[in-house]
């Protein structure tokens, strides 16, 4: 058994669900996105339990935003100024009460208090050979070279500050060959000419240095780097006075000049080693009651840093982005640990939807809804119509297909109430497979049967600017794959045509249609989507043909005899003529034609009533969210042997679709 590291979340938490993805992957992809835009989208958003890029992102933000207005860069020269004046204060203190000075020297030490400058790194250096006469004040003064030692190396070592307090001389010793062995590695490194032995000679002499563990030089490299970056762009934020200021003080840190001199070795060669870092950057500090010491300072620029990375990495606005480019661990750093579930859960999402066979990419290197996709979109969507129609949302109908049907060929689980003969060969493979030596329920699977009335079916769907402007786009998409799913699963003897009529008609897949954008074309052809139709009915002679038009619009364009399109709005009798010579010619041929009138125009609602009058059809104004149960009910009705109510024709389709 093999062990990782427990990552953070609810470690029984079941696999993510794909299905509230795929729900709204389809809607963006059927309103015109595609679906390598419709995975992102949905990823931005997160689902109604998850959340999403976006919200991620935010939050980065704002902890950025914070850091900025919490702090200021005067947290050390405040700390040295205070430490300074103490040491005066007590001096002139100990002056005062000093009887065994001479008057003389007395006045010359006030004289060179009062006069120290008013810069305090100036002063700090003045005050580098004076000889002190009060202990506290020597001690005071010591530890400001003591914290600028200390500061110095936190802003390249992280927990420097803390470790060194009340170091002694044998710990500064101990600091310095640190840095002289470094320097010496990184520059045999620069020259090629370093192995793994020298790093692991170096480690195991000045470990303790390196808390974070360091595995190689390069691991060591990235770390040093990203710090000693940070301290440059620190210093660019500073103001030219406080910059200066520092440097000066700089030189008093440990009492002598070698710290920074090895410091600004160091800073050469990890900027010659990885000159990728922003050693350049600089940050707007606000005005914050936080004041910053140095390396405190460099910490919250790591910080910065490190929060613009993840912003980046959230964005996944460059190319080839993923999300598994998200540093998850530094997410749990700057937002803890539930953030990082949670881009981790999004990640998982995102892998989940590329295994599933869900999406696919194409030849032309662009992600695209599998034929696997577009079933069980088109089952969800079919779930929909059916409790539309039925009225009983959330029950579970009974299976009670009839027997008199022709076989189809397929099988399917058995449920309580199923009549149909068992389809032995598949039911004793399932035992097989499973492993058992007795039939149980699980095993069975039944014979499906289907009507023996064949249709020969056309929906028309207009695809024309106005659809897209009124908000039809999407409800008309869902309504033709709906349909589409039905007719696929459920009655493949039937034969399906989709036509989009638009400025010109044209026969269209599924897919296609589906992945559809909004034409800005003007004109509705309807006369050339009769003439598919009526093709299509012509191939197949022997079924009933079933005409279905979903329209928002009277006919504005027709095709001329040499094939070109005419266009003429308001609409033109001759183009009227076009289309009702060719519903005739549908009438003819035995269609039985519904027309879906979307839109309250009361001039496309006569029209309508007048072409359906004249070949016996009906009339349905579906509001839009009925708009899906509405056409399959109506195909329902015209296939069925009694071309029934929608109703009767769905009791039989509806009791016989859910088990499978």
């Known amino acids: ?57 935010r939050r980065v933000a704002e902890k950025r935003q914070e850091l900025l207005q919490r702090h200021n860069l005067d947290g050390t020269m405040q700390q040295v100024r205070e430490l300074l004046d103490k040491a005066v204060l007590a001096e002139r203190g100990q002056i005062a009460r ?16 009062n006069n120290l400058p008013p810069n305090t790194a100036a002063a700090v250096s003045e005050l580098g050979q004076y000889d002190w006469r009060s202990r506290e004040a020597r001690e ?20 420097m500050k803390q470790a060194l307090e009340g170091a002694t001389e044998e710990d500064r010793a101990a600091v310095a060959e640190m840095l002289g062995d ?63 200021e520092l440097m000066e003080l700089s030189a008093q840190a440990f009492g002598s000049p070698a710290l920074m001199e090895a410091l600004d070795r160091l800073d050469g060669n990890l900027q010659s080693l990885r000159p990728g870092e922003d050693w350049g950057g600089s940050e707007e500090f606000g005005e914050g009651g936080e004041g910053l010491g140095l390396g405190d300072g460099t910490g919250v620029l790591q910080d910065l840093a490190e929060l613009d990375r993840l912003s980046d990495q959230l964005s996944q606005s460059y190319g080839g982005a993923r999300l598994d480019d998200v540093d998850l661990d530094a997410l749990a750093r700057q937002l803890g640990d539930a953030a990082a579930v949670d881009a981790r859960t999004l990640q998982q999402l995102e892998q989940a939807l590329r295994d599933s066979g869900q999406l696919e990419r194409g030849s032309d290197g662009n992600l695209r809804l599998t034929p696997k996709a577009m079933r069980q979109l088109g089952k969800a969507l079919l779930r929909d119509v059916a409790q539309r129609m039925s009225g009983r949302q959330g029950q579970r109908d009974l299976r009670t297909a009839g027997a008199a049907g022709d076989l189809s060929g397929a099988s399917r689980p058995w449920s309580f109430g199923d009549t149909e003969p068992w389809d032995i060969p598949r039911t004793m493979l399932n035992r097989a497979l499973r492993g058992g030596d007795r039939l149980i329920l699980d095993d069975i699977e039944v014979q499906e049967t289907e009507a023996r009335t064949q249709a ?51 026969v269209m897949e599924i897919e296609e249609l589906m992945g559809l954008d909004a034409r800005y074309a003007k004109g509705t052809n309807l006369h050339h989507a009769l003439l598919l139709a009526n093709r299509h009915f012509r191939k197949h002679p022997n079924a009933q043909p079933v005409l279905l038009i979903v329209t928002d619009g009277e006919p504005t364009s027709h095709l001329e005899p040499d094939g070109e399109v005419w266009f003429s709005y308001p609409p033109h009798p001759l183009t009227i003529a076009y289309a009702v010579r060719e519903l005739d010619n549908a009438g003819r041929l035995g269609a039985q034609t519904t ?45 069925s042997p009694r071309s029934g109510s929608f109703g009767e024709s769905f009791g039989g389709w509806g009791r016989g679709f859910w088990a499978g």
């Not at 729900?23 to 390598?36: F, R, T």
């Not at 000093?98 to 208090?113: I, N, P, V, Y």
Request: proline share 4%; hydrophobic share 40%.
């Open 1 to 57: 058994m093999r062990y990782k590291r427990y990552a953070g979340g609810d470690p029984l938490a079941p696999p993510v669900d794909i299905a509230e993805a795929l729900d709204a992957i389809g809607e963006d992809v059927m309103a015109g996105y595609s679906p390598e835009r419709a995975l992102q989208e949905f990823l931005r958003r997160g689902g109604q339990s998850q959340a999403g890029l976006d919200d991620l992102a």
């Open 98 to 113: 000093d009887t065994t000075l001479d008057s003389d020297d007395a006045m010359l030490r006030e004289m060179q208090l």
């Open 140 to 159: 005071a003064y010591e530890e400001i070279k003591d914290l600028l030692g200390r500061e110095l190396l936190d802003q390249r070592f992280a927990g």
């Open 182 to 244: 470094l320097n010496e590695l990184l520059e045999k490194h620069r020259r090629g000419e370093d192995t793994p032995e020298d790093f692991a000679d170096f480690m195991a002499k000045h470990g303790d240095y390196f808390p974070e563990g360091p595995e190689n030089i390069d691991e060591l490299l990235d770390a040093l780097a990203q710090r000693s970056a940070a301290a440059q762009r620190m210093l660019n934020s500073m103001t030219p006075e406080q910059r200066a």
């Open 456 to 506: 020969c079916v056309a929906l028309l769907v207009d695809t024309s600017f106005s659809m897209a402007m009124d908000g039809r786009w999407v409800p008309m998409k869902r309504t033709a794959l709906a349909l589409h799913t039905l007719i696929r699963s459920r009655f493949r003897g039937d034969h399906l045509q989709l036509i989009g009529f638009g400025r010109a008609a044209q």
């Open 595 to 639: 027309f879906f009138r979307l839109g309250e125009d009361p001039g496309l609602a006569r029209f309508i009533e007048s072409m359906a009058k004249r070949v016996d059809g009906k009339v349905v104004a579906p509001e839009l969210d009925d708009l899906g149960a509405a056409v399959v009910g109506s195909y329902l009705g015209s296939r």
